[in-house]
């Protein structure tokens, strides 16, 4: 943890967190220590290209078994940087579980760096690669990795680097609400957000064997978080970055304006309301944050890449 205990329990005690720090640098967030869980958050920009905000994606990491969730732009690499920061005992080559929100760009632009750098880097030990979307996440992968058919040709051919081995192993299961994923570690359940246009867009509640973390993916109205929070431990959102008043038409039918955003906090209760997919620093968005003071009583942060919740 970066950050003293003594502190963080009295930004807490005071009802609202926006953290202040320096881009990249991590933060520990929710005390104990011993916590099995921690929430990794390797990206949490938008579409807007924030070189202090890459896109958006998450890991859920249980002892040292970390599950994604959504990959954007850079995911590897904020991988490798968050492992070199002792998160845990890990390679880079070790997200093998992922699951995809929705099929934006932003969301997905990580998927062939996902899929190629962990297979050149992984030697002998290339695992499969589990990923768990929105109808239509098939064909992405199909695509994906017909674009790199010759790369894979060079690589596994007579004097590539992994001659005689087999091309990487993307297994992709599109899912439809309801419990997706379960192991001896976590339970995932899938549940339906409206994301203006799009036809298919999941949220996410992750249950661990000490924590109840629910992501909300990309979400506009009307929502379906808080019923999935109820008091949960982290609720991960987007949005917060515009009051409804100066909010884009776009943006109130796509995404989480501040009013919405302190209603369903509200309702959700969470210990922690921690924001992701963030616009870059700017007058509205700190009007935003103020207003959010103000509406909602409970804690949150707005994240930033490379920190850390336990």
């Not at 078994?65 to 940087?81: C, E, K, N, S």
């Not at 549940?191 to 509640?205: E, I, L, S």
């Not at 302190?262 to 944050?289: F, G």
């Amino acid at each position: 943890m970066t950050r003293p205990l003594a502190r963080l329990a009295l930004a807490v005690s005071l009802g609202a967190i926006i953290a202040q720090r320096s881009p990249g640098q991590a933060a520990a967030r929710g005390v104990p220590s011993a916590s099995r869980t921690k929430l990794v958050m390797l990206g949490t920009g938008t579409p807007v290209a924030d070189p202090d905000r890459f896109g958006p994606a998450v890991v859920v990491l249980v002892d040292s078994t970390p599950y994604l969730f959504d990959a954007g732009i850079g995911v590897v690499r904020r991988w490798a940087q968050a492992l070199r920061g002792g998160i845990a005992p890990l390679g880079p080559a070790t997200l093998h579980t992922a699951f995809i929100t929705h099929l934006h760009s932003d969301h997905t632009l990580g998927l062939p760096e996902l899929i190629f750098t962990t297979w050149t880097i992984s030697g002998n030990a290339r695992a499969p690669l589990d990923v768990y979307g929105p109808p239509g996440l098939a064909a992405m992968n199909t695509h994906v990795l017909a674009a790199w058919s010759e790369d894979i040709a060079i690589r596994t051919g007579e004097g590539g680097e992994g001659a005689g081995e087999r091309p990487p192993v993307v297994r992709t299961h599109e899912i439809e609400p309801g419990v997706v994923y379960r192991d001896s570690l976590v339970t995932v359940t899938a549940f339906v957000v409206h994301h203006g246009t799009v036809p298919h867009a999941f949220g996410y509640r992750i249950q661990t064997p000490d924590k109840v973390i629910v992501l909300s993916g990309d979400a506009g109205p009307p929502s379906t978080v808080a019923e999935q929070c109820r008091g949960c431990d982290i609720l991960v959102h987007e949005g917060g970055t515009f009051t409804a008043a100066e909010a884009t038409d776009y943006f109130r039918h796509f995404h989480t304006t501040v009013e919405a955003l302190a209603e369903i906090a509200t309702a959700a209760h969470p210990k922690l309301l921690v924001l992701y997919h963030q616009r870059p620093a700017s007058p509205a968005a700190e009007r935003a944050y103020a207003r959010l003071r103000q509406l909602y009583a409970g804690p949150f942060v707005v994240s930033r890449d490379l920190d850390v919740y336990r």
